[in-house]
């Protein structure tokens, strides 16, 4: 079993710091999460690890060994990038063909057979693809890689529901064919919920959360009802985030549920909601 | 470093998409000279060196289709997991290689080209080195000789050709590496300073070159003096009756100056080649 090692990764764009010491792992025959806010860092980390970006601190490895330059390892990992990055004038087939001389295990018929479910047709260009359509010939392009890790980046960019539903069926057929580890980051959390085993949340290039998704879920609750009332409950709290409206008050609270007065109601947050009270703040709306 | 390279020459985007648009290009300039034929604009009095056509918008094509296919192939390379050492060293080696394939083909269309002429009467001309500081009267002797009949299609001058052709075409790649490694790291500034002294540089290569040719002819000064200091060392005398060796010290020579001009193009490339992100933006976190 595999398993990439990321210690302490730094990464500034001028100012601005993209991502600030990132450590994790993540190893075979799991579906990671890779959530955060825009501009917190997950595609910088994707394209990190792909080596299509180099840190300005820090390590990335696989086994052990070093993933920088080194062919042999970055043929282990699959980074599908939310942009654009093969010539748009090439036709799906021919980005399927140039893959395989890369990847060796490259399953074309299967990157073909995707591209029918998904009603991409083969022949035509990049450039003649809509968005959708572009992401899901790049999904096709990153199951059919026969890497060992294989990062989507907003696979479902621009893909209408019906598709996306079908996605999610292709993605969970693949991890049960294969021992491949899958990393999606993604904003349709919910959506992708289900999928998800193990979580990782960035806020503004730091990681906030390194957790099973059930646990993360677990170790946290909604509590609702008067404002005063909520707002009492929560003195001795840790709220990740309050919403009053009107007399109503709803909290995301970590920890786990306790002395909860008469007149409030307890429930546990989705990942998504979770995921906003996390990343969203404190407010006193 | 293998699947860059393979990619390079048997894929889609690589060899084969070069051949194509560098062979049309060819293509284009062979009919744009039929049809002077036809036309009659060319007369035997016509003394036009359309070799050096050939040389100079075929070695510039070269250039141009070159940088198109690498710019492509460095994009799918990166997408697919490639390190930039094996970037860099692949595409020196295409670069050398599908520089050679160019050479050979230039000639060859240049020498069905002058076939062409030779049926309806005339002949192409072709560069016979001759300065000052050498006098090669078998040089001179050939020139006459060539006025009439066999100096293209003389083995020599046909392996003396290629090897001259393949420094202009190694010139054209050299500074698409630059421009393009200077491009990658998406450096407004560098890649308008780069393409500038692109520019400069082949106005001074196939301006001087083609203003300075003709029957007698000598290459661009500072080629020429170049051409002359190592042609001290290797006395070059490539038109010279029955000196094949010469000729071979001529085409080593053209051959080491090619070398050298890629090379020192190459270390350039090498420089921002191997820091080229290829999904950083200038702007925002994403």
């Known amino acids: 079993m595999s398993r990439i090692e990321i210690k302490t990764l730094t990464k500034k764009y001028k100012k601005k710091t993209a991502l600030d010491g990132v450590s994790l792992s993540i190893d075979n025959g799991m579906i990671y999460g890779l959530l955060g806010r825009n501009g917190s860092g997950k595609s910088t980390l994707v394209d990190l690890v792909g080596g299509r970006i180099f840190p300005d601190l820090g390590e990335i490895t696989i086994d052990g060994e070093t993933v920088t330059e080194n062919d042999k390892l970055l043929r282990k990992i699959y980074c599908m990038s939310s942009d654009d990055l093969l010539p748009m004038h090439m036709r799906v087939k021919d980005t399927i063909k140039a893959q395989?001389?890369?990847?060796?295990?490259?399953?074309?018929?299967?990157?073909?057979?995707?591209?029918?479910?998904?009603?991409?047709?083969?022949?035509?260009?990049?450039?003649?693809?809509?968005?959708?359509?572009?992401?899901?010939?790049?999904?096709?392009?990153?199951?059919?890689?026969?890497?060992?890790?294989?990062?989507?980046?907003?696979?479902?960019?621009?893909?209408?529901?019906?598709?996306?539903?079908?996605?999610?069926?292709?993605?969970?057929?693949?991890?049960?064919?294969?021992?491949?580890?899958?990393?999606?980051?993604?904003?349709?959390?919910?959506?992708?919920?289900?999928?998800?085993?193990?979580?990782?949340?960035?806020?503004?290039?730091?990681?906030?959360?390194?957790?099973?998704?059930?646990?993360?879920?677990?170790?946290?609750?909604?509590?609702?009802?008067?404002?005063?009332d909520v707002t009492e409950y929560l003195k001795d709290k840790q709220c990740l985030k309050k919403t009053i409206i009107g007399t109503l008050c709803s909290a995301c609270v970590k920890g786990e549920v306790k002395d909860v007065p008469d007149g409030l109601e307890v429930s546990h947050p989705s990942l998504q909601q979770l995921l906003i009270a996390m990343t969203g703040g404190v407010q006193d709306g | 470093m293998g699947e860059f390279l393979s990619y390079s020459f048997r894929g889609k985007e690589g060899l084969r998409r070069y051949l194509k648009y560098f062979g049309l290009s060819?293509?284009?300039?062979?009919?744009?000279?039929?049809?002077?034929?036809?036309?009659?604009?060319?007369?035997?009095?016509?003394?036009?060196?359309?070799?050096?056509?050939?040389?100079?918008?075929?070695?510039?094509?070269?250039?141009?289709?070159?940088?198109?296919?690498?710019?492509?192939?460095?994009?799918?390379?990166?997408h697919n997991g490639t390190s930039r050492v094996s970037i860099l060293v692949g595409s020196g080696a295409a670069a050398l290689t599908f520089g050679a394939l160019s050479s050979v083909m230039i000639e060859t269309v240049y020498l069905i080209t002058d076939g062409i002429f030779r049926l309806a009467g005339m002949r192409l001309d072709c560069i016979i080195m001759c300065d000052d500081r050498h006098t090669w009267a078998g040089g001179e002797q050939l020139s006459m000789q060539g006025m009439n009949d066999l100096l293209a299609h003389d083995p020599r001058f046909i392996f003396f050709s290629i090897s001259e052709i393949f420094l202009l075409v190694m010139l054209g790649y050299t500074a698409v590496m630059v421009f393009l490694a200077v491009k990658q790291r998406t450096n407004l500034f560098g890649a308008s300073v780069a393409s500038a002294v692109t520019a400069y540089c082949y106005f001074n290569v196939f301006i001087e070159y083609g203003g300075s040719v003709t029957l007698r002819g000598e290459l661009m000064s500072g080629l020429r003096e170049k051409m002359i200091y190592i042609g001290e060392i290797l006395h070059p005398n490539p038109m010279a009756p029955d000196q094949y060796g010469s000729c071979l010290g001529a085409v080593i020579a053209f051959l080491t100056t090619a070398l050298m001009v890629f090379m020192i193009g190459y270390l350039v490339y090498a420089v921002f080649i191997l820091r080229v992100p290829a999904a950083e933006r200038k702007r925002g976190v994403r």
């Open chain 1, 100 to 228: 395989a001389y890369f990847y060796k295990n490259t399953d074309e018929d299967y990157a073909i057979r995707l591209c029918d479910v998904f009603g991409i047709d083969p022949k035509k260009r990049l450039s003649q693809l809509s968005t959708g359509q572009r992401t899901l010939a790049k999904v096709s392009l990153a199951l059919s890689s026969g890497a060992d890790f294989i990062f989507l980046d907003e696979p479902t960019l621009g893909v209408d529901a019906n598709f996306r539903e079908e996605l999610y069926k292709k993605i969970i057929e693949r991890f049960d064919k294969t021992e491949a580890a899958f990393i999606i980051s993604t904003h349709l959390i919910d959506e992708c919920a289900g999928l998800f085993e193990h979580c990782f949340v960035l806020e503004e290039g730091r990681l906030i959360a390194d957790e099973d998704c059930e646990e993360l879920q677990a170790n946290a609750y909604l509590i609702e009802g008067r404002a005063k």
């Open chain 2, 26 to 78: 060819l293509g284009v300039l062979f009919l744009f000279h039929i049809i002077l034929l036809i036309a009659g604009i060319i007369s035997v009095n016509f003394r036009s060196d359309w070799k050096n056509i050939y040389e100079s918008a075929g070695a510039a094509a070269a250039g141009i289709i070159f940088g198109m296919v690498l710019y492509d192939l460095i994009k799918i390379s990166l």
